[in-house]
């Protein structure tokens, strides 16, 4: 006879958490290495630190017919297939154990899960983790939150890193890292921009923020000149630049260092990233009633406050929604642009939109 070894639950990275994810055993069918659980919780007791879609996995060992240990160690099963299946999804390739997700609410659901190995004598444990690891940047340093050790993992899967702590400085991380897994094989969010561009070092952190929106905030580097732009995520999960784009490529001129732009000759983002449409702007900065002078601004002429460039240099007042369009053209302008000799235009005049830019992605 099997022995049916049983572990609750693992709160990965909550160590001082209540245990309110709950994983009950049923039965095993050990010939077809088929093994069957209860997964459930309460109603109330889904939050930020308890989510609703669980990370499951299974360990066994393999016994004897005396049902002793056969002296292997204890070992994280592969999985073939769990049950219901409507509810599974898998971590790409990652076999390792399996995302089940429940509800905000009270949740209960027989699971089956068809093991890929090859014993038919072993004892077994199933797990579920509601919080998956994550990472907290701080000062020069990383924070992992979850049960080490720690793998980082860069975008395309390779290469890999593996902390042994929970605490690494951002010098000693030797790679890009997008993921994170810990020590339950629970996938996590080491970053959740996954471009390519993606820049981290000592003072360029991907990182949540604390203030404000508490939304995420990472860097990446522009290969056409090398400038590292900031840019931040919104809840629709597009990113923004939280700076303006610096390179030169089809800029007018510039005011107070600020590249300027017309209508119909509009610049060109990074691989990957493109100038947002007027309706995209509108929507993420909503649009002032008045310009600078208190006029009233038709909705959608969006893209600049007027900025005179003179003998008494760069006027850069409301500069926040002077942003342009990739759907910019000189028939919808509101104002006029001039530039004089004190502009670095030169002593050239240009009617039409003018406009810094920002590029967006992953809309």
Request: one cysteine or more; hydrophobic letters at 35%.
């Amino acid at each position: 006879m099997k022995k049916k070894f049983f572990l609750p639950v693992m709160l990965a990275g909550v160590a001082a958490s209540a245990q309110v994810t709950h994983v009950e055993p049923i039965s095993a069918t050990y010939k077809s290495q088929t093994v069957s659980f209860r997964v459930w919780w309460n109603a109330g007791s889904r939050d930020a630190t308890h989510l609703s879609k669980v990370w499951v996995w299974v360990d066994y060992i393999t016994v004897n017919s005396n049902n002793a240990t056969s002296g292997n160690s204890w070992t994280r099963a592969a999985v073939s297939a769990a049950s219901p299946t409507s509810s599974v999804t898998y971590d790409g390739s990652n076999r390792q154990g399996f995302w089940l997700q429940g509800n905000s609410g009270s949740y209960s659901a027989t699971v089956t899960v068809k093991l890929n190995i090859t014993e038919n004598n072993f004892n077994w444990c199933a797990y579920a983790s509601d919080y998956p690891p994550n990472v907290i940047a701080n000062n020069g340093s990383y924070t992992l939150r979850g049960t080490p050790p720690f793998t980082l993992i860069a975008a395309s899967g390779t290469p890999t890193q593996t902390v042994s702590g929970t605490i690494i400085t951002t010098s000693a991380v030797t790679i890009t890292p997008v993921t994170i897994t810990d020590q339950t094989g629970c996938p996590g969010v080491f970053c959740p921009y996954q471009g390519s561009d993606l820049f981290i070092d000592a003072t360029h952190l991907c990182q949540q923020r604390a203030s404000g929106a508490q939304n995420w905030e990472a860097y990446i580097k522009d290969n056409r000149d090398d400038q590292i732009y900031r840019i931040t995520q919104f809840s629709d999960a597009s990113w923004w630049f939280a700076d303006d784009l610096g390179i030169a490529d089809k800029s007018v001129g510039t005011c107070n260092g600020k590249h300027y732009y017309l209508g119909q000759n509009k610049p060109t983002c990074p691989s990957g990233w493109q100038l947002p449409t007027d309706s995209q702007l509108l929507v993420r900065f909503p649009n002032p009633t008045t310009d600078a002078h208190g006029a009233q601004i038709t909705a959608g002429y969006y893209y600049g406050k007027s900025q005179t460039c003179g003998y008494t240099g760069c006027n850069d007042a409301n500069s926040r929604y002077d942003l342009i369009a990739s759907d910019a053209n000189n028939t919808r302008a509101w104002f006029n642009l001039h530039w004089d000799w004190n502009c670095t235009g030169g002593q050239n005049a240009h009617t039409g939109i003018a406009a810094r830019a920002r590029c967006i992605r992953n809309l």
